[in-house]
C-alpha cells in the first residue's frame, strides 16, 4: 500500500550531488550523530529516509553545496548536526543553509564555517545564539545574515568581514547600541533591515562606520526622533 521504509546512503551513492531542498515536510529532528534523518508522513503511508555520513567519508559529500530545510518542525538548539559540512576541512564545501520558519529558539555552539555565505534563520523563535567558547570563530565568506522574525532582542556578535545583508526586521529589539554594532556588522555592509522592531533608541554615532550603507530600514518601530540615525550617517 505504498512506501513503507526506503533507506539511501548518500555519501556512496549521490557523489555528486550540489543541492538537497528539502522544505515544507514534517522534519523534527537531525541527530547530532548522523548527517541527516529524515521523518514525512503522507496520508497512512509513512517514508523514512536516512542519510548517513561518518568522518571516514567525508570527501564523499564534498559537492554539496546548498541545503534547504525550510519550513519544516525543527526543534535544533545547535548546528552541530551539519558541523562536517560546514567547517571546509576537506569536505565541507557547504555555502547555503537554509533553517528558516522552523521552530527553534536557541542556537548553541555556533563554530566557523569558512565556505558559507548564505544563512536563512528567520521564521524561528529564535531568542539568542551563541558561539563555542573553544575556537575563535569566524564567518570568513558569509555575505547574507537573515534573522528576521524571531524574538532577538540585541544583535547578534560575529565575526563575518564579508558580510553585505543582515535582517533583522520583525524581532523585539529595543535599542541598538554601538557596542552590539560594531561587534556585528563590520563597515563593508550594505543593506540593514531593523523594521519592524520595538527601537526607541538609538546610540549615537552607533551606525557610524558603516560607511558602505546604501540602504538602511528602520519602518515600524517606536523612534521619537531621527538625530541619532543623522549623527551616524
Given amino acids: ?29 537531525l541527530p547530532a550523530n548522523s548527517w541527516l534523518s529524515i521523518h514525512t508522513h503522507t496520508n497512512r503511508n509513512v517514508l523514512f529516509i536516512v542519510f548517513y555520513y561518518s568522518t571516514t567519508l567525508k570527501g564523499k559529500m564534498s559537492t554539496l553545496t ?58 524561528n523563535q529564535i531568542e539568542s545564539v551563541s558561539f563555542d567558547a573553544e575556537e575563535a570563530v569566524e564567518l570568513s565568506a558569509l555575505e547574507e545574515l537573515d534573522l528576521s522574525h524571531n524574538q532577538l532582542t540585541c544583535l547578534v556578535s560575529l565575526r563575518a568581514d564579508k558580510l553585505r545583508s543582515a535582517n533583522y526586521a520583525g524581532n523585539q529589539i529595543q535599542c541598538v547600541k554601538r557596542q552590539s554594532v560594531e561587534a556585528g556588522l563590520p563597515g563593508t555592509l550594505a543593506h540593514l533591515d531593523l523594521s519592524r522592531n520595538q527601537i526607541g533608541r538609538i546610540d549615537a554615532d552607533a551606525l557610524g562606520h558603516l560607511t558602505g550603507l546604501l540602504s538602511l530600514d528602520l519602518s515600524r518601530n517606536q523612534l521619537e526622533n531621527v538625530e541619532s540615525v543623522a549623527h551616524s550617517g
Fill in 66 to 123: 546548498k541545503l534547504s530545510l525550510n519550513d519544516n518542525q525543527l526543534q535544533l538548539d545547535s548546528l552541530d548536526a551539519f558541523r562536517a559540512l560546514l567547517q571546509g576541512d576537506g569536505g565541507g564545501a557547504l555555502e547555503e543553509l537554509d533553517l528558516s520558519g522552523n521552530r527553534i529558539v536557541h542556537v548553541r555552539r555556533v563554530f566557523s564555517a569558512p565556505r558559507l555565505r548564505k544563512l536563512n534563520l528567520s521564521k
Fill in 1 to 29: 500500500e505504498g512506501v513503507e521504509h526506503v533507506e539511501v546512503r548518500a555519501p556512496e551513492h549521490f557523489v555528486y550531488l550540489r543541492e538537497l531542498l528539502l522544505g515544507f515536510n514534517k522534519l523534527t529532528k
